[in-house]
């Protein structure tokens, strides 16, 4: 991947704290603070312009909302989806984020992933 840097958006604070334990790599993690608006939108596809950028945000309507607006502005992003039944990604249990965010290419930390009672 050459000298591109990776970047993750996620929608707050707490997303942004609970990836950050479960993830094992520098990784810049940008956080919306929900839905953004467009001049937002436009100047952070600019500074995402030459990265690789991962989108992970809520299973629910205003995550979906956010999701559509930065596909249409980073279309070459590659989405993480955490399963529906968690629909916020700060209650989404460790283990579960841990392997989407590996599923994705991301390197997590590998103690996250020993969780006896994997439900998938």
């Known amino acids: 991947m050459g000298d591109e840097?990776?970047?993750l958006i996620v929608e707050g604070k707490s997303d942004k704290i609970?990836?950050?334990e479960v993830l094992n790599e520098p990784l810049d993690i940008v956080c919306t603070n929900g839905t953004i608006g467009q001049t937002e939108l436009e100047d952070l596809a600019d500074r995402l312009f030459d990265k690789d950028v991962y989108i992970?945000?809520?299973a629910d309507d205003s995550?979906?909302?956010l999701r559509k607006q930065l596909k249409r502005e980073l279309p070459?992003?590659?989405h993480i989806y955490i399963?529906?039944?968690y629909r916020e990604v700060e209650a989404s249990p460790s283990h579960h984020l841990a392997s989407v965010l590996l599923r994705a290419g991301l390197n997590v930390n590998?103690?996250?992933l020993k969780k006896k009672d994997l439900r998938w």
């Open 56 to 58: 992970l945000v809520d």
């Open 76 to 78: 070459e992003a590659r």
């Open 110 to 112: 590998p103690v996250f």
């Open 18 to 20: 609970k990836v950050r």
């Open 63 to 65: 995550g979906e909302k």
């Open 5 to 7: 840097e990776k970047v």
């Open 83 to 85: 399963d529906r039944t």
